[in-house]
């Protein structure tokens, strides 16, 4: 399983564009990268996933670069309710699908 | 649709003493999976299953037991409660169509003492 890093916190204000970048050097052709929101007192929440260049939805975009050795989480004017913990996750599909491996997070603070 | 429901959501137990934490999913979703979050760590994976009838092991799967008779459920035993295990619980689903989308549960708090 490829590892992962990203920074322990993040502070923001309300409005503002937030973007977590994720490393992951050593990713394999087959891996995925996947991301997950946690609040408090809550079961995570799958936000995104993507295999290269960009993916978006209604909640964020992920921007992959060619090489595939990092990733950009990008929330759009986030408000204090996106304070949360973020994962980003690397793996193959099969794998996922039983097993996911989560880092630390990194903790996204929100403030007005 | 419910999604996946943990019961209970806290429970405090004596060292020694066993216990099952319930899990139900109602999305006939044929992948579940029991995960461990220890205070400001990422979650760890305990068991899972692949569907009816098979579990396997995941990352700690030391003093835990599941089995997997229907699609909607995934009961996980502690079998000799110990204040190690003191941590919170979550249960995930998967359709195993999606890739790495998984649905988890509300949590189940367990301290044990």
């Known amino acids: 399983l490829a590892k992962t890093t990203q920074p322990i916190s993040m502070d923001s204000y309300e409005g503002q564009e937030v973007n977590i970048t994720c490393s992951h050097n050593?990713?394999?052709?087959?891996?995925?990268i996947t991301w997950y929101q946690q609040f408090p007192s809550q079961g995570p929440r799958f936000i995104i996933q993507?295999?290269?260049t960009k993916v978006t939805n209604e909640v964020a975009s992920l921007f992959i670069p060619a090489d595939r050795k990092s990733s950009t989480l990008s929330l759009p004017r986030v408000s204090l309710s996106d304070t949360a913990v973020y994962y980003c996750?690397?793996?193959?599909?099969?794998?996922?699908?039983?097993?996911?491996?989560f880092g630390s997070g990194t903790r996204l603070q929100v403030q007005p | 649709n419910a999604g996946v429901t943990q019961t209970p959501k806290f429970q405090v137990l004596k060292t020694g003493q066993s216990m099952t934490l319930q899990c139900a999913q109602d999305?006939?979703?044929?992948?579940m999976s029991w995960y461990r979050q220890d205070p400001g760590m990422g979650l760890r994976l305990i068991h899972y299953?692949?569907?009816?009838?098979?579990?396997d092991q995941g990352e700690v799967p030391n003093g835990y037991n599941v089995s997997r008779s229907t699609t909607e459920d995934f009961p996980l035993r502690l079998l000799s409660a110990a204040p190690s295990q003191t941590s919170v619980y979550f249960c995930?689903?998967?359709?195993?169509?999606?890739?790495?989308?998984?649905?988890f549960g509300q949590g189940t708090r367990l301290t044990v003492v």
């Open positions: 299953s692949v569907g009816a009838g098979i579990t």
């Open positions: 050593n990713i394999a052709t087959n891996d995925y």
């Open positions: 999305m006939n979703h044929e992948y």
């Open positions: 993507g295999y290269k």
């Open positions: 995930a689903s998967n359709t195993g169509e999606g890739g790495t989308e998984a649905f």
């Open positions: 996750l690397v793996g193959d599909l099969d794998t996922g699908r039983r097993a996911l491996t």
